[in-house]
């Protein structure tokens, strides 16, 4: 028989220092801002609070920033279960997004609880479940490309340049100006700064598919009008927006969702672009919260 001590320890698991953990990610603070981080068998435990603006959208998080950290989570958990300490690169390239109505109040601490379903040389996949006041939050599907430090280095060699350091630049968006009519909108940004890209690929500075991803949330909020909640997300990322590049992101409203998974929510078609490429889309579905929604 287990002695009950052993058990206990086994439910709360070991603690996992940065000092161990960063040696083998490409993330950094400001942009890493988990804590308590905790390896219980094969899930990794971690706990984070809600840095960006939350505006019209409802909970103790953001959306997008919800799969900030659960993305980081998830290419932790992935990092620790190498068999060396050597540095990778995790891209994210995909993501299933589910939420739940959660009542608790913004600023409430997050419960991050991930593991690793899939992992090889090149590619990574990984389950991250969010809970929030003891209630489920959210769900995440999410799949990396994984690349050696060499390769990153090989293939992005062009893209190297200093990252200032400084504040984070995390708990803002980077322009809430936008254009637009009732069925489109759309922002832009001249030339991306590398301050905006801090602890994201030091020295390769690039935007973070997450806060991509919080700009496009924004547009499709204020497109949608009242307060919301996201129901469902899906991204598929293909490229990133590096530091000086010229970014656009664009959000057209594809009306009302009849897939019963979603309960009827409205769903809002987003792409990201640098210079003439895009690099990212995602399709929304929101719902009103406390507020009727006019059709």
């Known amino acids: 028989m287990i002695p009950r001590w052993q058990q206990v320890q086994e439910r709360r698991g070991t603690e996992v220092s940065t000092e161990a953990l960063f040696p083998r990610i490409e993330v950094r603070p400001p942009y890493f801002a988990l804590s308590g981080l905790r390896l219980a068998g094969l899930e990794l435990r971690a706990t984070a609070s809600a840095e960006s603006p939350p505006y019209d959208e409802q909970g103790p998080m953001p959306a997008a920033e919800l799969g900030r950290h659960a993305a980081i989570v998830g290419l932790s958990a992935a990092a620790l279960q190498q068999r060396d300490d050597d540095r990778r690169y995790y891209l994210a390239r995909s993501a299933e997004c589910r939420y739940a109505a959660n009542t608790a109040p913004y600023g409430t601490p997050v419960r991050f609880t991930g593991r690793v379903v899939e992992l090889d040389k090149r590619t990574a996949r990984a389950s991250v479940e969010a809970v929030a006041a003891g209630g489920p939050l959210a769900s995440f599907d999410l799949r990396y490309t994984v690349l050696t430090s060499s390769a990153f280095e090989r293939l992005f060699k062009?893209?190297?340049?200093?990252?200032?350091?400084?504040?984070?630049?995390?708990?803002?968006?980077?322009?809430?100006?936008?254009?637009?009519?009732?069925?489109?909108?759309?922002?832009?940004?001249?030339?991306?700064?590398?301050?905006?890209?801090?602890?994201?690929?030091?020295?390769?500075?690039?935007?973070?598919?997450?806060?991509?991803?919080?700009?496009?949330?924004?547009?499709?909020?204020?497109?949608?009008?009242?307060?919301?909640?996201?129901?469902?997300?899906?991204?598929?990322?293909?490229?990133?927006?590096?530091?000086?590049?010229?970014?656009?992101?664009?959000?057209?409203?594809?009306?009302?969702?009849?897939?019963?998974?979603?309960?009827?929510a409205y769903r809002y078609r987003c792409e990201a672009t640098a210079g003439d490429r895009v690099v990212a889309g995602m399709t929304l579905w929101l719902s009103s919260v406390g507020a009727a929604r006019l059709s």
């Not at 602890?199 to 919301?228: E, K, T």
């Not at 991204?235 to 009306?255: C, T």
Request: glycine content about 14%; proline content about 7%; hydrophobic content about 40%.
């Open 158 to 264: 062009v893209r190297a340049r200093p990252t200032p350091q400084g504040r984070s630049p995390y708990g803002s968006l980077l322009t809430t100006a936008w254009q637009g009519d009732a069925d489109a909108a759309e922002q832009f940004i001249d030339a991306l700064p590398a301050e905006a890209c801090v602890g994201h690929f030091d020295g390769y500075p690039a935007l973070p598919v997450a806060v991509l991803m919080g700009q496009l949330s924004y547009l499709a909020g204020r497109l949608h009008g009242d307060p919301f909640r996201v129901v469902r997300g899906e991204v598929e990322a293909s490229d990133l927006v590096w530091a000086g590049e010229k970014a656009s992101f664009r959000v057209k409203r594809d009306g009302r969702a009849g897939d019963e998974t979603v309960g009827g």
